[in-house]
C-alpha cells in the first residue's frame, strides 16, 4: 500500500513538471513593434518647405527660398524651376541643369529646413489629440514617436479605440490601435509602425 502512494505521489509530481514545462513553452512572446521600414526611403520636397541652396563657390547664388504652393521655387538667375516632388538629391541636379547656361560646372547642394512634405509623406493625426497635427514622415518612426509629437491624449480620448487608416496599394485600411495600453501602461507590445501617409484617428470615449 505504501508502495502504491508512492508511486501516485511521483506520478502528480511529474504530471505537474511536464504541465510546467508545457506551459513554458506555448507561453505567448510580447508582441515586438515593428520598426523596420522601406530601407530606400527618401524624403520628397512638398509645399511649404524651406531650401536653402548652395553654389559652390558663388556665394553671390546662394540663397534660401520657399517652396511656393504651386510646387516651384525662384532663384536669383532662373525662376518657376519644379522642387515638390523631388529629392534634395534630384533637385541640386536640376538647379545645376538649369545653372548650367549660365554658370560653367556648377554644383549645387540642397539642404531642406522647415519640413513640410507632399501629402503622401505626410502623417496626419486628428481627434482627441493634445495638438492634432499633420507632420512629414520620419524613417523608423512608431506609434510612441507620433503620439510623443502630439503631447499625448486628451481627458476624453478613448485611446484603445482609435485607429490607424492606411493606404496599401491604393486601398485603405484600417488598424485598431491601443494608445491607453501604450501610454498609460508601457505595454510596448502596442507600439507600431507608422508608415509615410498614415492617418492616425484617436476618437473620443462615450461617458
Not at 539642404?111 to 489629440?129: C, D, H, K, L, N
Request: aromatic content about 6%.
Amino acid at each position: 500500500m505504501k508502495n502504491n502512494k508512492y508511486i501516485v505521489k511521483c506520478l502528480v509530481a511529474s504530471a505537474a513538471v511536464i504541465g510546467l514545462l508545457a506551459g513554458c513553452a506555448t507561453a505567448p512572446t510580447p508582441q515586438q513593434p515593428a520598426q523596420e521600414l522601406a530601407s530606400d526611403y527618401n524624403y520628397i520636397i512638398g509645399p511649404g518647405d524651406n531650401l536653402n541652396i548652395f553654389v559652390w563657390g558663388n556665394d553671390e547664388l546662394t540663397i534660401s527660398v520657399p517652396v511656393r504652393p504651386d510646387g516651384k521655387i525662384t532663384t536669383r538667375l532662373v525662376e518657376d524651376i519644379p522642387a515638390s516632388g523631388q529629392t534634395p538629391t534630384q533637385l541640386a541636379r536640376s538647379i545645376e541643369k538649369a545653372y548650367s547656361e549660365y554658370v560653367n560646372s556648377a554644383v549645387v547642394s540642397v539642404i531642406v529646413e522647415g519640413f513640410s512634405g507632399v501629402p503622401s509623406q505626410t502623417v496626419r493625426v486628428v481627434g482627441e489629440a493634445s495638438e492634432p497635427v499633420s507632420l512629414p514622415f520620419r524613417k523608423h518612426m512608431t506609434l510612441l514617436d507620433l503620439m510623443i509629437d502630439v503631447g499625448g491624449l486628451t481627458e476624453f480620448a478613448d485611446g484603445n479605440n482609435s485607429k490607424l487608416i492606411r493606404n496599401i496599394d491604393g486601398k485603405h485600411q484600417t488598424i485598431p490601435v491601443r494608445l491607453d495600453d501604450l501610454l498609460k501602461d508601457g505595454d510596448i507590445s502596442a507600439n507600431t509602425a507608422i508608415m509615410p501617409g498614415d492617418i492616425l484617428i484617436i476618437t473620443e470615449a462615450w461617458f
